[in-house]
């Protein structure tokens, strides 16, 4: 079974850095597409971006581009996003999801990371 | 602005059905396929259509999907309590160069 576990609950204060997880297992890692979604509070799933397993291949939402990184490491099967510079407007939930291809539908998600921003 | 453009909300008794639109543009539905989610704030979003009309391992064949041109629509028919959730069509976008979603619509059962 696929199981895509994510790291949990962060509170951070504005100007912090900050690396949540996403790990996958029971299927392979590699020759997949990791999606990022954001959901701030009240409002509906936004795209943030991609990146491919195998060659960490990124492709960013304009709305994203510049405010996060995404990595991926598959000695351990984990991808990652990253906040260099934390803003009160990043408070919400992030989601992350699997794909075997761009364009293909994203059927295994994690369970959510809850981040809170404040100054 | 959502890039995919949803009602905001729907209802209907429990027993009816209801349709769900999705409208987009030749840059996202036009050129790729639809796939629909349905969410409770909080938890994962659950893929309930792909490829425009396939139900994934699991899914009842009550809800089926649909796609016509730059549109789409995901039907509910004889609702459920447990129908009551969020729903959200996607698709890739050839000109953004990433995935796009609808506004999302909340459906509410009577």
């Known amino acids: 079974e696929v199981q895509v576990v994510q790291s949990g609950e962060e509170v951070k204060k504005t100007g912090e850095s900050l690396k949540i997880s996403c790990k996958v297992s029971?299927?392979?890692?590699?020759?997949?597409?990791i999606g990022w979604v954001r959901q701030k509070p009240g409002k509906g799933l936004e795209w943030m971006g991609v990146i491919y397993s195998t060659d960490s291949d990124t492709r960013y939402s304009p709305s994203f581009q510049g405010q996060v990184t995404f990595s991926a490491d598959t000695s351990i099967d984990t991808a990652f996003l990253h906040w260099s510079d934390l803003r009160a407007s990043d408070t919400g939930f992030y989601y992350c999801?699997?794909?075997?291809?761009?364009?293909?539908?994203?059927?295994?998600w994690g369970q959510g990371s809850l981040l809170t921003v404040s100054s | 602005q959502s890039i995919l453009t949803q009602p905001p909300s729907v209802s209907a008794a429990s027993g009816q059905s209801v349709t769900i639109s999705c409208s987009g543009s030749?840059?996202?539905?036009?050129?790729?396929?639809v796939s629909w989610y349905k969410h409770l704030p909080g938890t994962a979003p659950k893929l309930i259509i792909f490829?425009?009309?396939r139900r994934p391992s699991g899914i009842p064949d009550r809800l089926s999907g649909s796609k016509s041109g730059t549109s789409a629509s995901l039907h509910i028919s004889g609702l459920q309590i447990e129908d009551e959730a969020d729903y959200y069509c996607?698709?890739?976008?050839?000109?953004?160069?990433?995935?796009?979603f609808g506004g999302g619509t909340s459906l509410t059962v009577l």
């Open positions: 029971g299927h392979s890692f590699t020759d997949k597409w």
């Open positions: 999801a699997t794909t075997d291809r761009i364009g293909g539908a994203w059927t295994h």
């Open positions: 030749s840059s996202n539905i036009g050129s790729y396929y």
């Open positions: 490829e425009n009309r």
């Open positions: 996607e698709s890739w976008d050839t000109r953004l160069g990433t995935g796009v």
